[in-house]
């Protein structure tokens, strides 16, 4: 049988499943939020008039890499994936898994085999009493803290209001105020549902499925099954977020950064450390923030006081201090409208840094010269660097230094991953290791080496074997066997 006959066979047995039956006879199924509207179908194959539409809104963002699934799968419950799966394993298609195609890297783009495309998990159910919910994959930070936050609770989303919970989680999740919920944002995974290579459906936690358990804590574009929702611990939602914002010229991006090493350990974990580097009206600058996330105002005003009478807030240009904010402004478009919300083409690499000032002094000169003005690059100088203890998340180091470029026109593809390219070298150097969720396997390969321990890595590839020795699911980027 050749891969258009099995592409066809398995599209005939998910009709005969009653699977397609509203597509077989013309109905419209319901809507998918973003890209799915017109389509109401809930599986497309390469020589479908609608399979470019749907590959390329599969990505978050405008760049659109050129990788081709042979055939793209919607699902709309988890009995779906669980057919999807099935399916796969049948006509012998290696999948690759989408929440919600944020990955800058594109992972969730491969060639041939099937896209299972979650974009359609997105349940929330808070079990209040157990301060608990039960979350699906491609729920949006913004709406999950939206849904949460109506129940009184918080937890540590994305900083980027679009990133969904799917891939940001099974990476580890760099969230807003982590420092007090649990580190890092993977620390909160109390259980998850996964569809497993073999079809089946499991529960993993701390007492079933504990290797699985695992590695769903980090193991990130390597994790060898399908997240159809997550049960996370909930943290109470802080009342009042405040913060104070201090101006340096971009120049002094090493000085800024000593101020948030210095004050690293001294600071409460309920204050958010934060710098940012960007191109403002006045020119690159580098905005060092303090966000506050307290139980009353005057709490808030305790906590951000320090920062107000430090000898580096009087050198700063400009200040904006104990501003009002709120849990959903905590999200990085408050910091700027235009960015983090998916509007032009991004890539982005990461590393982790022992040496926070010497590695944001390293970056300035570069930063100038980035090809375009919406670019940026972000600190979390983290103050707690708990991990989520035995997990696959294992290679962190004090800070976080992201470097994310964003452009609006295609004819600039070129000269922006080429700066990107530059600033992965620079930042690379005595950098403590990288970000699983934030590199580029398909660049280089060992980018990925570096987010794991040795130890972690080996694990993985256990975990992957045990559970997966069909590799149904592709591995990490630039590690997949063919
Ligand atoms: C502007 C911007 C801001 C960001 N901000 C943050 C931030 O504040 N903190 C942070 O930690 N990260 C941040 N990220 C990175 C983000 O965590 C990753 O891009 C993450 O992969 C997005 O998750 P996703 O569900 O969209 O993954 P997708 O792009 O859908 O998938 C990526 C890969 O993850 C795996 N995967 C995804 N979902 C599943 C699933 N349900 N089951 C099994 N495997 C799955 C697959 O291997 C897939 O190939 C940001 C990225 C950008 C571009």
Known sequence: ???????????????????????????????????????GRRLVYRDDPDYEAWRTGAAWQNYKHARYPDVIARPQSVDEVVTCVQLAIRDNLRVAVRSGGHNVSGAFLRDGGMLLDLGALRDVHIDAAARTAWVGPAIWSRNLAQRLGAAGFAFPYAHCATVPMGGYLLGGGVGVNGDSWGGIACANILAADVVLASGERVTVSADDHPDLYWAVRGGGTGFPGVVTAYRLRLHDAPTHVV?????????????????????????????????????????????????????????????????????????????MEFVPGSMERSFIESMDATRGLGFGSYA??????????????????????????????????????RGPGDAAFSRIGRSFLGAYTVWKDPADDADNHAWL????????????????????????????????????????????????PWQRFHGFPGWDAA
């Open 348 to 385: 982005v690499e990461t590393v982790w840094t022992d040496d926070l000032p010497a590695s944001a002094a390293a970056t300035v000169d570069l930063f100038g010269q980035a090809p375009s003005p919406g670019t940026h690059l972000l600190i979390s100088p983290r103050i707690n660097n």
């Open 243 to 319: 913060a104070s914002a201090y101006v340096f010229p971009v120049t002094a991006a090493g000085d800024a950064a000593g101020w948030l090493e210095r004050v690293r350990a001294s600071a409460p974990a309920k204050t958010e450390l934060m710098m940012l580097m960007a191109r403002g009206p006045a020119g690159p600058m580098a905005v060092v923030r303090f966000a506050a996330f307290a139980q009353s105002a005057d709490e808030a005003k305790r906590l951000l006081t320090p920062y107000a009478r430090a000898p580096e807030a009087a050198q700063a240009l400009a200040r």
């Open 421 to 468: 390219a530059d600033m992965t070298q620079v930042m690379g150097r005595g950098a403590a290791g990288r970000y699983v969720n934030e590199t580029d396997g398909f660049a280089a390969r060992e980018r990925v080496l570096t987010c794991y321990s040795d130890t972690a890595w080996e694990r993985l590839g256990a975990v992957r074997e045990k559970y997966d």
């Open 1 to 39: 049988m050749n891969r258009r006959q099995a592409l066809r066979g398995l599209l005939a047995t998910a009709t005969t499943m009653g699977w397609l039956g509203g597509c077989a006879a013309g109905r419209v199924q319901s809507p998918l939020p973003v890209w799915g509207d017109t389509f």
